[in-house]
């Protein structure tokens, strides 16, 4: 910046004289004019104030004896980013061109899979990458809705995954709807998940019992979980297009969304848990062993167990099939 003012101000500035007026060493006089001569703010004087390098050729270097004006910020900055912005547009250009060329290949694409849904009215996806493929179709050409069942607890890899989903379509004004069990709202980052998504606009439902994964394309495809596919992991999935089918699963899903309990995004949601309450009271009073009520309320034999701990201790009862019999004298199980 000294250098610099020096230049402005005695309208040439010569390395050396500098050096000596500065009392600093000449090497680093002349490595600070190299770093002004590489930002355009010093040339050589006889290449005049409008003279530049040409892209890509290194600054000469302070030699010796040669002197230096000073040119101006404005004027320097665009010899600066002049060639990077020539890149950039270049670049530009070449994006818009490979764009064309790709999205040229879009009507091919669709007439062909279109031809294929409309050929193939149960398509059997066996491997995961099968899966996400079909689904980023299906999302990506939903219209009207997607609405779901989803019986498990997420974890919060594939919850924020689902969250990009939902942003996406949402915002290309397609109802979502999605339906879960009650015991999904005992974990928070489920909680928390549900409230964004509903802050989003999506509507979020919970009922007892969600017998399976299920999702709905606008009425007219579904995607279902595929536990006996060939794969063995059950990780597989149906892709059905069959609308006789479609209709009788989307009128059963609709069924289930009727009765259920709408999230609302407030903190507890305690009318949720005492649903889950009454559920789990159901269960015990009917006698179903513990694996199969924890699958039935998706959750775990841990968690279930640990439910009927604490209602066993709340209405003092010594077995569980006194507590279901306590709990339907006292009401609990009315409505």
Do not use: C, N
């Amino acid at each position: 910046m000294l250098l610099y003012r020096m230049a402005l101000e005695q309208g040439r500035l010569r390395p050396e004289a500098a050096a000596r007026r500065l009392d600093v060493p000449g090497a680093d006089v002349s490595a600070a004019v190299d770093d002004l001569h590489r930002l355009h703010l010093l040339h050589p004087a006889e290449e005049g104030p409008g003279t530049a390098r040409p892209p890509g050729e290194p600054a000469a270097g302070a030699r010796r004896g040669t002197e230096y004006a000073a040119r101006s910020p404005d004027v320097a900055v665009t010899h600066v980013t002049g060639p990077i912005e020539a890149r950039i547009q270049q670049l530009h250009r070449e994006s818009e061109r490979m764009s064309s060329h790709v999205l040229a290949m879009k009507p091919v694409f669709e007439e062909s899979w279109h031809g294929h849904f409309t050929r193939t009215p149960i398509e059997y996806l066996t491997l995961p990458d099968a899966v996400r493929s079909a689904l980023e179709r299906l999302y990506a050409a939903a219209r009207t809705e997607v609405a779901g069942a989803h019986p498990d607890v997420p974890d919060p890899a594939t919850l924020e995954e689902g969250l990009q989903r939902t942003t996406e379509v949402i915002g290309r004004g397609v109802l979502v709807r999605t339906l879960y069990p009650h015991s999904v709202l005992t974990h928070a980052h489920v909680q928390r998940h549900l409230g964004r998504v509903v802050a989003l606009g999506a509507q979020v439902r919970t009922t007892a019992h969600v017998p399976d994964r299920v999702l709905f394309f606008d009425a007219g495809t579904a995607v279902l979980a595929d536990h006996g596919s060939s794969s063995g992991d059950g990780k597989g999935a149906l892709s059905v297009r069959d609308p006789s089918l479609v209709r009788f699963l989307y009128r059963s899903w609709e069924s289930a969304w009727e009765s259920a309990r709408p999230f609302t995004g407030a903190p507890g949601d305690g009318g949720a848990k005492d649903e889950l309450r009454r559920s789990v009271l159901e269960l015990l009073e009917s006698g179903m062993k513990d694996g199969m009520a924890a699958r039935r309320l998706a959750m775990s034999v841990t968690t279930y167990r640990r439910h009927v701990t604490e209602l066993l201790a709340e209405l003092g009862a010594q077995s569980r099939f006194q507590a279901g019999s306590y709990a339907r004298r006292a009401g609990l199980l009315d409505g």
